[in-house]
Protein backbone atom coordinates (compact mmCIF):
# COMPACT_ATOMS: atom_id res chain seq x y z
CA UNK A 1 0.00 0.00 0.00
CA UNK A 2 1.00 3.44 -0.89
CA UNK A 3 0.09 6.63 0.68
CA UNK A 4 0.82 9.67 -0.86
CA UNK A 5 0.76 13.18 0.89
CA UNK A 6 0.20 16.55 -0.20
CA UNK A 7 -0.74 19.95 1.52
CA UNK A 8 2.03 21.01 3.81
CA UNK A 9 3.49 23.99 4.26
CA UNK A 10 3.45 27.03 6.08
CA UNK A 11 0.97 29.51 7.98
CA UNK A 12 0.30 32.01 10.17
CA UNK A 13 -1.62 31.55 13.04
CA UNK A 14 -5.27 31.37 13.00
CA UNK A 15 -4.94 30.71 9.08
CA UNK A 16 -6.21 27.46 7.06
CA UNK A 17 -4.39 24.29 4.97
CA UNK A 18 -5.53 21.41 3.43
CA UNK A 19 -3.88 18.49 3.63
CA UNK A 20 -4.55 15.52 1.22
CA UNK A 21 -3.14 11.62 1.27
CA UNK A 22 -4.51 8.97 -1.66
CA UNK A 23 -4.02 5.36 -0.57
CA UNK A 24 -3.40 2.69 -3.80
CA UNK A 25 -1.82 -0.82 -3.90
CA UNK A 26 -3.94 -1.98 -1.47
CA UNK A 27 -6.27 -5.21 -1.22
CA UNK A 28 -8.88 -5.77 0.90
CA UNK A 29 -11.36 -3.16 2.37
CA UNK A 30 -9.44 -0.12 3.64
CA UNK A 31 -11.22 0.17 7.10
CA UNK A 32 -10.07 3.20 8.81
CA UNK A 33 -7.95 6.16 6.92
CA UNK A 34 -6.76 9.38 8.23
CA UNK A 35 -3.67 11.37 10.17
CA UNK A 36 -1.77 11.54 12.97
CA UNK A 37 1.21 13.84 14.04
CA UNK A 38 4.48 14.39 15.18
CA UNK A 39 5.88 17.35 16.84
CA UNK A 40 9.44 17.21 18.10
CA UNK A 41 10.09 15.73 21.30
CA UNK A 42 6.58 14.35 21.04
CA UNK A 43 4.79 10.77 20.36
CA UNK A 44 3.19 10.53 17.31
CA UNK A 45 -0.55 11.34 18.33
CA UNK A 46 -3.93 10.79 16.23
CA UNK A 47 -5.50 13.93 15.05
CA UNK A 48 -8.18 12.59 13.20
CA UNK A 49 -9.69 9.31 11.81
CA UNK A 50 -12.60 7.81 9.54
CA UNK A 51 -13.73 4.41 9.08
CA UNK A 52 -15.33 3.29 6.28
CA UNK A 53 -18.78 3.68 7.80
CA UNK A 54 -18.50 7.32 8.47
CA UNK A 55 -17.54 6.99 12.44
CA UNK A 56 -14.79 10.35 13.05
CA UNK A 57 -12.35 10.47 15.92
CA UNK A 58 -10.94 13.86 16.52
CA UNK A 59 -7.76 14.93 19.08
CA UNK A 60 -9.45 16.98 21.48
CA UNK A 61 -7.30 19.90 20.53
CA UNK A 62 -8.60 20.03 16.83
CA UNK A 63 -12.24 19.67 17.50
CA UNK A 64 -14.34 22.06 16.16
CA UNK A 65 -10.95 23.11 14.20
CA UNK A 66 -10.15 20.43 11.79
CA UNK A 67 -12.27 18.52 9.37
CA UNK A 68 -11.28 14.81 7.89
CA UNK A 69 -13.08 14.63 4.46
CA UNK A 70 -12.98 10.87 2.94
CA UNK A 71 -14.16 9.31 -0.25
CA UNK A 72 -14.02 6.04 -0.25
CA UNK A 73 -14.36 5.26 -3.84
CA UNK A 74 -11.55 7.04 -4.26
CA UNK A 75 -9.47 6.05 -1.26
CA UNK A 76 -8.54 9.44 -0.41
CA UNK A 77 -8.56 11.55 3.03
CA UNK A 78 -8.15 15.17 3.37
CA UNK A 79 -8.19 17.05 6.47
CA UNK A 80 -8.82 20.54 6.44
CA UNK A 81 -7.42 22.50 9.17
CA UNK A 82 -8.63 25.56 9.86
CA UNK A 83 -7.66 28.34 13.19
CA UNK A 84 -4.40 27.05 12.80
CA UNK A 85 -2.76 27.28 16.25
CA UNK A 86 1.13 27.12 16.44
CA UNK A 87 0.75 23.99 18.87
CA UNK A 88 -0.03 22.76 15.54
CA UNK A 89 3.08 22.65 14.32
CA UNK A 90 4.25 18.86 13.51
CA UNK A 91 5.07 16.48 10.84
CA UNK A 92 1.65 15.09 9.35
CA UNK A 93 1.41 11.28 8.52
CA UNK A 94 -1.42 9.90 6.78
CA UNK A 95 -2.59 6.83 7.88
CA UNK A 96 -4.66 3.91 6.84
CA UNK A 97 -5.63 0.76 8.11
CA UNK A 98 -6.53 -2.41 5.82
CA UNK A 99 -7.79 -5.70 7.76
CA UNK A 100 -5.29 -5.87 10.87
CA UNK A 101 -2.11 -3.86 9.38
CA UNK A 102 -1.36 -0.28 9.53
CA UNK A 103 0.42 1.64 6.90
CA UNK A 104 2.16 5.01 7.14
CA UNK A 105 2.91 7.49 4.38
CA UNK A 106 5.72 9.58 4.64
CA UNK A 107 5.30 12.93 6.30
CA UNK A 108 4.63 16.31 5.45
CA UNK A 109 5.34 19.37 7.68
CA UNK A 110 2.95 21.77 9.02
CA UNK A 111 4.67 25.11 10.54
CA UNK A 112 1.95 27.45 12.14
CA UNK A 113 3.96 30.28 12.89
CA UNK A 114 2.69 33.01 15.64
Known amino acids: VQLQASGGGLVQAGGSLTLSCAASGGRGKLNSMGWYRQAPGKQRELVAT???????RYDDSVKGRFTIVRDNAKNTADLQMNSLKPEDTAVYYCYCRIIFTDYWGKGTQVTVSS
Open 50 to 56: MTSDGTT
